[in-house]
């Protein structure tokens, strides 16, 4: 609840930031602060243990004692005398700091120093959390691939709207992107090109490393996808023998999808699944592997079942929950495993195993679409996607017999069969994903169309400060 009472804090030059000493984590958190203050303002912006601090201090605890903030809520007061920010869990308090940035003014955002005297933040008092647990982007890095700089460009817009899940589509037709020891031929002959016919490229072990330690300094989770049995062309060409076709596979430079297929009645198949979910588990420090499962056209009913159920055992072998797209339902599921929904309502079966639901409804929240029929990237097989598509629905009621209980969050996916670097991501992605974050955080009763476009257009000087592309919709009143 957000009350605004007394006049705002100023952050002057004195102003120094006050954190739990006993806590690494959150001395990060608050160094995290300072460097965001320091940059346009010029001030020292000091960072020191609770317990010294004077008035006109910014105060950052963790108070384990408030379980009903849960792992992400944070309670924030703001007086003309001090900022205080407290959390159950030091991801509460990285999400707090991101409503302390959105609270002050957009010239925040500088990395040049400003001459302004009224760097405030209205005086309030806030108590927050998240509707869902798993608030996601997707990011397609086969169809093009993106480099650990673009990927970390990505992440930053994620953190500025408190999403916490990037989920790495990192295998197609196009392209193998990601370094498998005991497969060298997946990224040596798999990873050569894109759509398009460009270079392509692939994560080295290092790379993704780097990626993962970037997103968890931000309290994002990397959820690896692997997409399988289907969409797996550049796997074949390395594994030609994975394949049930004598029709040696090439380098695929197009965008159809579904003909390709690892061949589920050979056992040197269940090996190479093996030896992959292996490798990327372990270097994968979250508790999901994404199969894929989608788009089958080659296999029979009973034959896409068997290999997802064997898949299933194979990931849950490797110590971690298993989601594969709304497909996987058709298979007998684990409680633990999640479907992912994207097209249709097949994945209300996944209800019946006891299994929860991400929701990803192409028509909400596929932000590879084009916003009108002039927008120039994308595609529209599933609808025209503006942003107050993406933004006015409700998980709890978009699928009959799923109810809020039975999701685990939302996701927005973009796929990059028309996106060849991270600006032509971000035209499509904004301002749709802070459109869907919103959806993801706020409880429904408090959510409204008419207050989110007129909140959203004050972010474009964030925007534009921190050189994120974006889409000037004329649902907007910029
Ligand atoms: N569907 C395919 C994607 C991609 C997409 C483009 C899923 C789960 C269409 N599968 O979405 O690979 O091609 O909008």
Not at 118 to 134: E, G, N, Q, T, V
Not at 247 to 274: I, Q
Not at 357 to 372: E, N, R
Not at 378 to 407: C, F, L, N
Request: proline share 6%; net charge negative; charged share 20%.
């Amino acid at each position: 609840m957000v009350l605004a009472v007394g006049s705002p804090f100023q952050i002057v030059r004195t102003t120094g930031i006050y954190v739990d000493g006993g806590s690494a984590e959150v001395t990060s958190i608050g160094e995290m602060l300072a460097a965001l203050i320091r940059r346009p303002t010029g001030f020292p912006v000091a960072v020191s243990p609770i317990g010294t601090q004077s008035a006109g201090s910014i105060i950052l605890r963790l108070a384990p004692d408030r379980a009903a903030l849960g792992d992400e809520g944070y309670e924030l007061k703001v007086t003309s005398d001090s900022v205080s920010l407290v959390a159950n869990r030091p991801a509460g308090l990285f999400r707090g700091i991101q409503t302390i940035r959105q609270l002050l003014p957009p010239d925040i955002e500088s990395e040049m120093g400003l001459e302004r005297y009224d760097w405030s933040i209205p005086a309030l008092s806030i108590a927050d959390k998240p509707r869902f647990a798993y608030r996601g982007a997707m990011l397609d890095v086969s169809r093009h691939f993106f480099t650990v700089r673009e990927v970390e460009q990505y992440l930053d817009v994620l953190a500025l709207y408190k999403l916490n899940v990037l989920h790495l589509h990192l295998s197609d037709d196009q392209g193998w992107r990601i370094q498998i020891d005991s497969r060298p031929k997946l990224t040596a002959m798999g990873s050569l090109t894109q759509v398009g016919g460009g270079p392509g490229g692939f994560y080295t072990k290092q790379d993704y490393q780097d990626i993962l330690r970037y997103a968890q300094a931000r309290y994002i989770l990397i959820v690896p996808e692997i997409d399988m049995p289907s969409h797996i062309n550049a796997a074949l060409i390395g594994y030609p023998e994975l394949a049930c076709s004598a029709r040696p596979p090439a380098l695929y430079t197009g965008t159809d999808v579904g003909w390709s297929s690892l061949c589920v009645d050979k056992e040197e198949t269940y090996d190479f699944v093996d030896d992959v979910i292996r490798e990327l588990s372990a270097m994968t420090p979250g508790p999901y592997f994404h199969i894929g499962g989608d788009e089958v056209k080659t296999l029979t009913p009973e034959q896409y079942v068997k290999f997802i159920e064997r898949v299933q055992t194979i990931v849950n072998k490797y110590g971690k929950k298993m989601i594969g797209w709304e497909e996987i339902t058709k298979a007998h599921l684990n409680p633990t495993t999640i479907a992912h929904q994207w097209k249709s309502d097949s994945a209300t079966a996944a209800v019946a195993y006891g299994s929860k639901l991400i929701l990803s409804p192409a028509p909400k929240v596929y932000l590879d679409m084009k916003y009108t029929p002039a927008t120039e990237l994308g595609q529209h097989w599933a609808a025209y996607v503006e942003v107050r598509d993406s933004y006015d629905w409700d998980p709890a009621t978009y699928m009959k017999g799923v109810t809020e209980r039975d999701i685990f969050g939302v996701e927005a996916p973009i796929w990059s069969e028309t996106l060849r670097n991270i600006t032509a991501v971000e035209y499509l992605a904004i301002p749709r994903l802070p459109a869907v974050a919103e959806v993801a955080w706020t409880p429904q009763a408090v959510r409204n169309w008419e207050s989110f476009r007129t909140r959203i257009v004050t972010h474009q000087q964030r925007w534009n400060y921190l050189g994120i592309n974006f889409y000037r919709s004329p649902q907007l009143p910029w």
